[in-house]
Every structure is written in structure tokens, then in C-alpha cells.
């Protein structure tokens, strides 16, 4: 324990640097303004703002990019409430309760209860995340290549069995990331892979380019379906942003409660703010006194699913940090630019980098504070931005996504590759294929195979390596049942679904 | 003739495995010993992609006036296939004459290009919504973030 506490302290003299501490608020701040462009979630929003920190120490970089990610959920939130439109799946259930309460007349303590059960929800989570990061680093760090193998197996399986009732598409998803991320010389042997006779497709494809094509560039392409849509906002009618005493005891206990579960759930990779905070919501629903006022402005409706969303986007950190598997798009996307600035997260980050590590989680604490003392007062000025035309802001997103994606490598190429998987990101979103496992797989994909490589080398090609590690075994135990699982559940529902036609007809 | 999301993910599963299986036998063997290779791996994800192709494929979906939403249609939105297109262009023109052109002349190009798709003509606007990015980035990269980019033909 007083390792931990030391350590915390280690992280706060990292973190409470001047420079480090503008970049807190100003990521949070910039965080808040992309996360509530109309569509853009958190993973856009990182996606695009990742040039911000070239040129930034490691340890700054991560600080200001974890400020963007709480900056990008509490601004989804804002958009949720004042135009129901959410910025990714993780804010829709705010618009259910949250909307309903701003046309009321409530939309200023819709906003309060928002910030706070976010700014609680997101204290105990990093009060949580200090508990556990480092034993979580500790047991990763004892981990060989078969265990990793079948640790990574088992995230990329959860990644795709948890796309609702999207089994084989996010197979068909997590499989194209694969294929891309093999191209290049295969590190093990020094074969060239894929590569099509093209120089530059030597080192692989950058999966940061990939990353914001498959996310930016194709929700702009989406966006141009309404570029001609204006949100009327009118901030007058925000109302002072606060809540009363009444407010306060109805949504406290709901925040609390929703606070450990939406954690331990966030830890789990796949699962992302989408279905925490519909659990949190649908909980909170069945235990309430009056269920009916759920989605006409129910303010537990709107507190439960922030804290719950805070919660888990907060615990994801710890799998991306300590393991260095992401457990949603948005971490993943974290994790790739990490990389990219020459930071390896995982298990070895805490040994030999303990300032980085322990930097961010401290940095996460003062996120906390920053966002909720910025953003209390100043929400109806940041809410006017909400009526900045769509005609303007998708120029201005595609923009910097070029510039982002220039000044990764200094290479046009990377524009021909960024179109590629911008298309790429709208056809798959025409066609109901969830983009996480892609991007899990980019990220990953060089890993899996070198592991398991690396386990058969061990083993001397035998498959038995996995058999004789229980905690191997374990994961892929895990990986199959969840596989089989979501079959059998995709069978019921798709019979359920026949009988239900058949009955129409 | 309409065709399911299903089945189009199925034919794009089932293309890229198989090319994928037959690029990867052609792979040269490895020099290095190593009990598995280089084409162990990648021949195991084409064999997925083909497997789950086949299921996307071979799935029965019966298509009522109701479920529109399995159906894959995008002839409806011809517009916004024009200004997807326009956009790609654009940005490898982008490509090509970033560097020789420089970053402040070539953005300010492209955002205007831009700016013409959602905004249509209207010039002044547009022009001087792009000297405003192409400007403000520039300088907080180059004077903030202390990152250079091209300066091409404005070289001085």
C-alpha cells in the first residue's frame, strides 16, 4: 500500500508540472469542443487531435491525450442533451432522460447532473484504477507468449462476440484488420509480406493512418448526407446550471451504485461505455420507485448512465496501461498514438517508466477536477458552439485528419492509404460492420501472430504449449465459450426473428 | 435486384480470404528455422475469412417489406456518392502537391475544395475560411508545437 501511495505521489509531481497541467486543461477543453461536434465520438475525437501531440514528451502526450478522451465523453454528453444527437454509442442512452429534461425547461440541471455524476463516477474509478493497475501489471508481466496469445485471442474474440447479434460481420471486421496489419517484412523471418512490389508498403501499413480513415475520414463522408442540417440552440434557455437539494438525493445513491459494476465491466475488453451505461440505466429503472418516469426526464435517468459511462471509460485505461491491450475503439486509438511517440504500454511500462504510468493515472484525478470546474460555468458558452453549421465543420475535420496523417510519416502516401480506409470505415458502416474489431486488430494483429509464433518456437511446434499453461488454457477456454455462446444466441434470435415473420405473413 | 448487407459482407469476406490463401502459398519459404513460418498464420485467417464468407453467404434471409434495413442499397444516394468521390480526388491531388506547392498555399486549396462541397460557391467565404485554418495551424505548429511543414514554393 505505501508503494501505491508513493508511487501516486510520484505520479501527482509528473502531473502537476505547469506544462503539464496547462495540457490537462486545454486537452479537456478541446476534448469537450470535439466531443461535441454532432457524431463525433471520442475515438474521432482523439483520431483527429492526435497531431496536437507531436512533439510533446511521452508523459505529457498521454496526460493530454487521456484530457481529450474525459473532455470528448463529457462533451458528447452535451450533445446528447441539447440536440439528441449522441457523439458515439456511448452517450445515447444520456438523450433518452437527458433531452427530455432540456425540453422541460430542465436542460441547465440536466447538464449539472451530467457533469457531476461524471466527475463521481470518474473519482471512484480512478481511485480504483490505483488499487488495481499495478497488480494487474504484475500478473501480465509474468505472462509468456502462449498466454499473451491467448489473452489477445480471447480480447479479440469478446471485440467481436459483444457487437450485438453482429457475429460474423465483426468476424469478417476483426479478419480484414489481420490481413492488413500483415503486410510489411514479417519480423520474425524478414520475408516481405503482401507487400505488392510498393516500397512503401515495406514497414506495413501505419495503423494510425488507418485508424483515422476508418473513423474521421468516414463520418465525415457520413456527414455529408446532412451537411445542410443547423442544431438551433438556444442557450438562454439553458437556465442556471445547477441542481437542488431534491436533485441531489435522488441521483446520489443511482451514481454510486452504477459507479463499481460499469468499472469491473470497463475493465473487460470489448465491452465499451455503450453497454455499461445501458445496464447502469436499465438497473436503475427496475429499482426505481416510479420506472414509468424513465425517458420523460427522469434525472436518476440521466445521472446513472454518466457516472456508469465515466466509470468504465476511466477502468479501460487500466487494460490499455498495464497490459497493453485497448478494451475499446478509443483506447485503442490512445494505444496507437502512444506507440507512435515511441511508448510501449504494458506490463513493462510501470516497471521501467513507473513516472509515465503513475503520471496518467494522477493526470486522471486532475482531469476530473479541471473538467468539472471548467465546464459547469462555462457549458451554455461551450453549447453555442452546437450551432456551428455542419457545412463548416466537416471541411475543418477532414482537414486536420490530413494533416494529421501528413505529419505522421511526412509522406503523401499515407493520403492514397487514408482515402483507402476512409471509404473503407463508410462501406462497413453502410453495411453494419462494426469497426472496433478492425481496429483491434490493426493495433494487435503483428502481436498475435508474433506470440504465437514465438509459443510453437518454444514448444517446437507443438500446440500442446497451450494445453500445458492453465492460464493460456484459460483464455482460450474463455475465447471459445464466448464464441459459442453469442452462436447460440445469434440461432435464438434469428428463429425468433423467422417466427415473427412468419406470423406477419 | 436487391441484394442483403449480409451477402455483400459474405462475397467481400469470401474475394479477400481467397486472394489472401493464394497470395500467402506463393510466399517464399523461409531460411530461418522456425517450426511454423510465415504462412502458417495468414493461411489460418484466409481459411476464417473464407469460412465465415461462406456462412455470410449460404445465410437464408427472407427479405419482407418490413426489414428493409438487411437490404444494401446505394443507388438512392447518388449526391453523396458525387461529393465522396470529389473528396477522394481532392485529397490526392492534396497528396501530389503538398510538398512542392508547400502546406499554406496547398491547404488552403484543399479547403476550399472542400468548403465547395458543403457550401457550394460561395466564394469570399469559402476563401477566407480557409486562409483562416491554413493560417492558424500553420503557425501553431510551427510556432507552438514547434513542428515544421513544407513551406514549398513560399521557401524564403
Known amino acids: 500500500m505505501e508503494d501505491v501511495l508513493a508511487n501516486l505521489l510520484l505520479g501527482f509531481q509528473n502531473a502537476l508540472t505547469p506544462t503539464n497541467l496547462l495540457w490537462v486543461v486545454i486537452g479537456s477543453f478541446l476534448g469537450t469542443l470535439v466531443g461535441m461536434l454532432p457524431g463525433v465520438g471520442p475515438a474521432t475525437g482523439i483520431a483527429i487531435l492526435i497531431p496536437v501531440s507531436y512533439g510533446m514528451d511521452p508523459t505529457t502526450a498521454l496526460i493530454t491525450m487521456c484530457a481529450i478522451y474525459y473532455g470528448a465523453m463529457f462533451g458528447g454528453s452535451i450533445a446528447s442533451i441539447m440536440i439528441n444527437t449522441p457523439g458515439d454509442a456511448s452517450s445515447i442512452v444520456t438523450c433518452f432522460d437527458g433531452f427530455r429534461m432540456a425540453q422541460k425547461g430542465r436542460a441547465g440541471a440536466a447538464l449539472a447532473t451530467s457533469a457531476i455524476a461524471s466527475f463521481i463516477g470518474g473519482m471512484i474509478a480512478c481511485a480504483m484504477v490505483v488499487v488495481l493497475a499495478q497488480p494487474a501489471a504484475s500478473v501480465a508481466l509474468k505472462f509468456g507468449p502462449a498466454e499473451m496469445f491467448a489473452l489477445i485471442l480471447f480480447a479479440m474474440t469478446a471485440a467481436v462476440t459483444l457487437a450485438d447479434g453482429k457475429l460474423l460481420r465483426g468476424c469478417v471486421s476483426l479478419f480484414i484488420g489481420l490481413v ?326 | 435486384m436487391a441484394i442483403t448487407k449480409n451477402k455483400v459482407t459474405g462475397l467481400v469476406s469470401l474475394v479477400i480470404g481467397v486472394v489472401y490463401f493464394f497470395a500467402t502459398r506463393n510466399l517464399p519459404e523461409s531460411a530461418v528455422a522456425d517450426p511454423i513460418g510465415p504462412k502458417a498464420f495468414p493461411t489460418m485467417v484466409a481459411v476464417g475469412m473464407i469460412a465465415v464468407g461462406l456462412l455470410l453467404v449460404l445465410k437464408r434471409e427472407r427479405v419482407t417489406p418490413k426489414n428493409k434495413a438487411v437490404l444494401f442499397d446505394l443507388t438512392t444516394e447518388k449526391d453523396l456518392m458525387k461529393d465522396i468521390g470529389f473528396t477522394c480526388a481532392a485529397g490526392l491531388i492534396y497528396g501530389l502537391i503538398l510538398e512542392p506547392v508547400g502546406y499554406l498555399i496547398s491547404t488552403l486549396l484543399f479547403m476550399n475544395a472542400m468548403m465547395f462541397v458543403t457550401n457550394g460557391r460561395r466564394i469570399v467565404y469559402n476563401l477566407s475560411v480557409g486562409l483562416v485554418f491554413s493560417l492558424t495551424t500553420y503557425g501553431l505548429f510551427f510556432y507552438v508545437l514547434d513542428v515544421s511543414l513544407p513551406r514549398g514554393i513560399l521557401a524564403f
Open chain 1, 180 to 505: 492488413v496489419a500483415s503486410i510489411g517484412i514479417d519480423g520474425q523471418t524478414g520475408i516481405l509480406r503482401y507487400t505488392m512490389g510498393l516500397d512503401v508498403l515495406q514497414d506495413g501499413v501505419d495503423f494510425l493512418v488507418a485508424i483515422i480513415g476508418a473513423y474521421a475520414i468516414s463520418e465525415v463522408f457520413n456527414g455529408y448526407a446532412e451537411k445542410n442540417v443547423v442544431y438551433n440552440i438556444d442557450t438562454k434557455s439553458i437556465g442556471q446550471v445547477m441542481i437542488t437539494k431534491e436533485d441531489w438525493k435522488a441521483i446520489w445513491l443511482p451514481i454510486v451504485r452504477s459507479t463499481p459494476i460499469a468499472f469491473f465491466l470497463g475493465c473487460l475488453p470489448g465491452i465499451g461505455g455503450s453497454m455499461t451505461s445501458l445496464i447502469a440505466y436499465t438497473t436503475e429503472r427496475q429499482m426505481s420507485k416510479n420506472p414509468e418516469n424513465f425517458g420523460k426526464g427522469d434525472i436518476v435517468g440521466v445521472a446513472a448512465p454518466e457516472a456508469a459511462n465515466n466509470a468504465s471509460s476511466t477502468a479501460s485505461i487500466i487494460p490499455m496501461l498495464a497490459i497493453g491491450i485497448p478494451s475499446s475503439g478509443t483506447t485503442a486509438v490512445m494505444l496507437g498514438a502512444l506507440m507512435m511517440l515511441g511508448v510501449q504500454p504494458g506490463p513493462m511500462l510501470f516497471e521501467q517508466h513507473p513516472e509515465i504510468a503513475w503520471g496518467v493515472i494522477a493526470s486522471m484525478f486532475i482531469g476530473n477536477i479541471v473538467l468539472v470546474i471548467m465546464n459547469m460555468p462555462m457549458v451554455p458558452y461551450i453549447a453555442k458552439l452546437l450551432a456551428l453549421p455542419q457545412k463548416l465543420l466537416l471541411p475543418i475535420i477532414i482537414c486536420l485528419a490530413f494533416m494529421g496523417t501528413y505529419m505522421m510519416n511526412y509522406s503523401s502516401f499515407d493520403f492514397f492509404l487514408l482515402i483507402l480506409f476512409g471509404l473503407m470505415g463508410f462501406a462497413m458502416q453502410k453495411l453494419d460492420i462494426p469497426i472496433p474489431p478492425l481496429v483491434l486488430a490493426l493495433i494487435l494483429g503483428d502481436t498475435l501472430e508474433k506470440t504465437f509464433r514465438q509459443a510453437m518456437v518454444a514448444s517446437s511446434g507443438s500446440l500442446s504449449v497451450f494445453k500445458d499453461k492453465p492460464i493460456a488454457l484459460t483464455f482460450l477456454a474463455l475465447a471459445a465459450v464466448s464464441l459459442l455462446y453469442s452462436l447460440y444466441q445469434n440461432k435464438k434470435s434469428s428463429a425468433k426473428a423467422a417466427t415473427v415473420v412468419e406470423a406477419e405473413v
